[in-house]
């Protein structure tokens, strides 16, 4: 028979018996339960999903068929998408309930940073070769011509429509639609009552809940300054319920005469920034706004940014950039810095 002491004993052990059972059959059923599918959309950009479902659905056809959709509303790839054929046009009622958001919040991003968000800078992109196509038109000829075209305030939309007061603009989502396809596969994910999951689409990433081992999602920051067919990171974080959006001229670009052209074009100047922001990595409660500030920052470069930033409530950023020696450095906003390791 058990004496007093030992019985005290053996109830909380007992307790952390059956606490430490539940835990592994919930650790075993959350990693048993989780499924990975992968694919391509908006051309060759890669997309990779995780997520834990007790019923074991396979997700995909529903996903790759969402974002077949999105594609036929926002690429400009796409000959006879909804977007091109507004730029070919003086405007567009929607028929699809992907362009009514996506020209909210642009416009709400572009006047949150004065402009250096843009998205009908898509005739200088184009000119500069960085468009559907490769051919590199741009002259001293041409170049005034085309910044004429730039100016989001020249878009008029409303819940229904988009008009266009300058005959020959063009827009260009590009630098805003994969945050804005992650933000729409994690709601499907949501409506699927699917708690954890990652999205991640063109290096764009919306984590929620769990990953299968039961710990915080942790994500790679890439090091923008190894070589093209090299990856190594220069950060982990950790995301819970958040997105990032990563942004750097560090892969698409090129050079000529020893001129170094990025793909990232200043909508106020016409040309490709050059300054000393390598990357930058933003976090946001939506990945549109992740991937439009990422892009704005690109812009504006690092001083600007900075001071940007802090003034923009629920946004983060991590930036890389190159000192006046050459030498990397990095920043991180206050509210992202405990959850980066580097």
């Known amino acids: 028979m058990l004496k007093n002491w030992d019985k005290r004993k053996l109830v909380p052990l007992i307790i952390l018996i059956v606490f430490l059972g539940f835990w592994q059959i919930n650790k075993f059923q959350r990693t048993s339960h989780y499924l990975g599918i992968s ?3 908006m051309g060759p950009i890669t997309y990779n999903i995780k997520y834990a479902d007790q019923e074991n659905r396979n997700l995909q056809p529903a996903i790759d068929s969402i974002l077949n959709d999105f594609n036929n509303a926002l690429s400009t790839y796409v000959e006879n998408s909804e977007i091109s054929l507004f730029n070919i046009t003086d405007s567009i009622i929607y028929q699809s309930p992907y362009l009514f958001p996506v020209f909210a919040e642009s416009k709400k991003i572009y006047t949150a940073t004065d402009g250096a968000f843009d998205p009908t800078v898509g005739p200088l992109v184009n000119a500069y070769g960085f468009g559907p196509g490769s051919e590199r038109v741009i002259d001293a000829l041409n170049f005034d011509s085309l910044l004429d075209l730039v100016g989001f305030d020249n878009v008029s939309f409303d819940n229904v429509m988009a008009k266009k007061s ?5 827009l260009d989502f590009s630098a805003i639609a994969k945050g804005y396809a992650v933000d729409v596969i994690h709601s499907y994910l949501r ?5 954890d999951f990652m999205v ?3 290096g764009e990433v919306s984590c929620f809940g769990r990953n299968p081992d039961g710990n915080i999602w942790r994500i790679g920051i890439e090091d923008p300054m190894v070589s093209d067919d090299e990856v190594r990171l220069k950060a982990t974080v ?8 990563t942004s750097g001229n560090y892969r698409n670009f090129y050079e000529i005469d020893g001129k170094k052209y990025s793909h990232t074009i200043n909508p106020k100047t016409g040309n490709p920034v050059e300054h000393s922001l390598l990357s930058v990595s933003v976090f946001a409660p939506t990945c549109m706004t992740a991937d439009a500030f990422a892009t704005s920052f690109m812009v504006m470069g690092l001083e600007k940014s900075l001071e940007k930033v802090n003034l923009i409530d629920s946004v983060e950023a991590f930036f890389i950039y190159a000192n006046e020696q050459g030498a990397v450095e990095t920043i991180a906003t206050d509210g992202i810095k405990k959850m980066i390791t580097q």
């Open 39 to 41: 694919g391509t959309t």
């Open 166 to 170: 300058i005959k020959g603009s063009y």
């Open 191 to 195: 409506s699927c009552n699917i708690t």
């Open 200 to 202: 991640e689409i063109g």
């Open 238 to 245: 950790e995301l819970k319920d958040l997105t990032m959006a």
